[in-house]
């Protein structure tokens, strides 16, 4: 220890002298770390997904969602906040006649790998697309692509009054299909942001793009990592490992809405749950059946109670705020309806509790999936509801990527977002058409196949929302789907993240706003 011998004021001038200088350099230090740790961490953002694909071909499956969402790829058109189509690589689009439509390509942009874009490189990424993706040429139903200097003169096979928006479907996405790197983990297309390494198991690694065309990029690097369920994302961006995260179940998201230190980049989605009926399963054929689950369903308490108010009750795929959305109210559980409708057909309970019919008893198989908690809870209150009124449930729980190759289940959650890109017909084609490419539960009605065909090509509008109707109309009649809640779509990130903005359409996350201070 220094003992300092002199007059009592020198000392305590002393004293005072050392402590300051000590609490100064303390400051210093701690500015200092506080200073390379923000010029260190800044030029990175980390952000947490629930859902990573196996690449992000565009072409294949529904990778191309990914593609967009990491800022990597663009499409011709674009979706707004009110669903609305806007020009992105094209600057303009033309229906020249029912079959043929003109496009205007953006010019100056660049690839990835330094080539400019033409009308000819798009041409070829459509055609590529065409050729891999047999749900998008059902959809698009081009028939001839020509290039021009500036333009894309395209003509469909059939009125396909919606083109445009179908070119703003992330499967859309514009690549250079002749670069070399142009494979399933490096693909060469025209974001603010480049792949520079796909882990399959855990994220993806991306740079800026030097050359982009709309406006350097304000983040150097972008991380994506990759969880295999909710809460370990929560804890990772509680812990500081992420940045921001995407896919936050209802609970956490209303615990984030409490905590300081984060901001929530929230909009009302047209992403629903539903149970989808498998017309596999001989029970599910029976349309009492299907209406008696239908009806013990209890939306509006799933939806205030299970999902947090992160969602709202839906009787139907479309929210009412669209204008082809059937406005009906939602209903109420309806337990004794259900056990009526039971006992007229033949399903009759029996000492056990149980219902029987033809002397069989009725079990049923409803799978269940864990990548959002609420969606077990769900499928739980389901089978407690139907078990009260006869109806025997197991459930097995599947991951959820295998869901779509089941066959022996009755019926199962499904999560889908109904209208990304503002029109109904896509939803209705994939999910419901007899040859639909998500139409799990194998349904087939003729009177839905003639309704969705002319929906198809149906290009005045007040009538395309009047055979949307009419579809939902035939659903709320035969019960294919029964829709529970549609969610919120929500971002959550510290607040020293900024322009990370939720979509409508759920395609855009990651894009050249994107800041950390």
Known sequence: MLVFKGKKGSWVKLCWALLLAGIFLLALKAFQGRQNKTVSSSDTVTMGYTQFPANIDPVKEYNGWFTVR??????????????????????????????????????????????????????????????????????LMIEQITATDHTLRIKTKEPQPILLNLLADPYSTILHVGAKESTGKSVVATGPYQLTAFRPENGASLKAFGHYWNGAAKVAKVEIRSFSDATSMSLALDAGEIDAAYGMPALNLASYRQKKGYRISEVDGSRYLSYVYNFRDPWMQDKTLRKAID???????????????????????????????????????????????????????????????????????????????????????????????????????????????????????????????????????????????????KYKSNKVDQLIRILGTEGDQEKRQELSKDLQREIQEDLPISFLVTFKVAVIMNDRVSGLKSSASDYYHITNQLTKE
Do not use: C
Not at 87 to 113: C, M, N, Y
């Open 70 to 139: 990491y800022g990597v790829g663009e499409t011709l058109f674009k979706m707004d906040d009110q669903l609305q189509i806007q020009p992105w690589l094209a600057t303009k689009g033309e229906q020249l006649s029912s079959l043929e439509w003109e496009i205007t390509i953006r010019q100056g942009v660049r690839f990835h790998d330094g080539s400019l874009m033409t009308p000819q490189t798009v041409k070829e990424s459509l055609e590529h697309l065409l050729a891999s993706n047999q749900r998008a040429a059902g959809e």
């Open 295 to 441: 009806l013990v369903i209890d939306r509006k308490t799933y939806s205030q109670s299970l999902f947090q108010k992160g969602s709202q009750a839906t009787n139907g795929p479309f929210p009412s705020r669209f204008p082809f959305a059937l406005e009906e109210p939602v209903p109420n559980a309806n337990a004794k309806e259900a056990e009526k409708l039971l006992a007229q057909a033949g399903y009759l309970k029996k000492a056990d509790g149980f219902r029987y019919k033809d002397g069989k008893k009725v079990t049923l198989t409803a799978l269940s999936y864990e990548r959002l908690p609420e969606i077990p809870l769900a499928v739980q209150a389901t089978q407690a509801a139907l078990k009260k009124i006869g109806i025997d449930v197991k459930i097995r729980t599947v991951e959820v990527g295998s869901i779509a190759a089941a066959e022996d289940y009755s019926f199962t959650p499904y999560t889908m977002v109904a209208t990304p890109v503002g029109d109904p017909y896509p939803f209705f084609k994939s999910s419901l058409a007899s040859d639909g490419s998500v139409n799990l539960g």
